[in-house]
């Protein structure tokens, strides 16, 4: 059974920093590119991040300079460290694996960050 568990989001300040970690079970975890979503409300999902198997990495315009993705494939986890939060970063953030040439993909069950004074 695959499995893909968020922790870490919270409330914090405009301006201050938390760590989200996705850990995954019942995938090889290496041969999987990773990415972290985020759907705001009464906003459409959003790509935040991804980070490939060869561990390249990408980032929404929104969140680039503030967030970085980093994986550790000795433990099956993937990170996403966001600095400098701000309100509109406000969502509930989704861990998702994907492999394209198995077409198989899993989400996680996400995680709230709230940012606010």
């Known amino acids: 059974q695959v499995q893909l568990v968020e922790s870490g989001g919270g409330l914090v300040q405009p301006g201050g920093s938390l760590r989200l970690s996705c850990a995954a079970s019942?995938?090889?975890?290496?041969?999987?590119?990773m990415r972290w979503f985020r759907r705001a409300p009464g906003r459409q999902r959003e790509l935040v991040a991804t980070?490939?198997?060869?561990?390249?990495?990408n980032y929404a315009d929104a969140v680039k300079g503030r967030f970085t993705i980093s994986r550790d494939n000795a433990k099956n986890t993937v990170d996403l460290q966001m600095n400098r939060l701000k309100p509109e970063d406000t969502a509930v953030y989704y861990c998702?694996?994907?492999?394209?040439?198995?077409?198989?993909?899993?989400w996680g069950q996400g995680t709230q960050v709230t940012v606010s004074s």
């Open positions: 998702y694996a994907n492999h394209e040439e198995l077409r198989r993909n899993y």
């Open positions: 019942g995938i090889v975890f290496s041969f999987y590119a």
């Open positions: 980070i490939a198997s060869g561990l390249s990495t």
